[in-house]
């Protein structure tokens, strides 16, 4: 049904006018046809998935295919519409707040929402470093936009996900290097008769769930067509490099949270905010410059719909 969540219960009214406007455009009929539906006594009970809830002592790789688990049985949004809002721009707190949404709604989702929501779930594997990874492939005249989220443990990289194609989802931490996870990705596109583009990567993103920090979501731009082979590979070794480097100063994951914003004579972050500032001076795009950018604060009120 297009306007009751899985637990039979009414989505929340933003989603509903969103969903609405969708459904009236394409069914005239579809209003009707949703008082039917919602009417019906003889429906079978669509089952919840349950959000993992593993043991601290459960080994890292296992959790992380309990939480591919449960993004999968949330289902690839197909309907045409993104029920839940995303703003990139949007501090981390923020963020997490919509993925509690997610998980209450239990809503079909796509590749942004799955990437937020892995985060989500992940908060408590402090030994895991996160980072998301964008990918930008043409095919057939058109180009496509995916991402996922890379992951880390023990020097193995990885990805969770939701895509489409299920070669372009999860990936379990057994990769040496991340040119190597990088590299099976695009073969996998491949595979697909889709060619890769670009690849923009993020840095670490922080494991406490109320921190007031944006995460970078594009810290290295990498241009295929304008890198060989061999640099294409050095750029994600020295990527990869970064972040680790960034992990042992300290700059890493761990980031104020609202309570420390507040106190201004806190050693771990003046008034100039000097982790944000570093991490944006710190970009190393390759083949192409972005502005910079002028905003001095984020904006913590807006929403948009990624298409």
Known sequence: PFFVNRGGLP????????MWRHVSRIHPEGERVAQRIRGAADLPKIPIPSVPASQPSTPIPERLEAVQRYIRELQYNHTGTQFFEIKKSRPLTGLMDLAKEMTKEALPIKCLEAVILGIYLTNNMTTLDRFPISFKTHFSGNYFRHIVLGVNFGGRYGALGISRREELMYKAPVFRTLSELIFDFEEAYRRCWHTLKKVKLGHCVSHDPHSVEQIEWKHSILDLDKLTREDFRKELERHARDMRLKIGKGTGPPSPTKDRKKDVSSPQRG??????RNSRGDRRPSGEKKPADSKAMPDLNGYQIRV
């Open 11 to 18: 989505v929340d009214e933003p989603t509903w006018e969103r």
């Open 271 to 276: 008034q100039a905010s000097p982790h944000r």
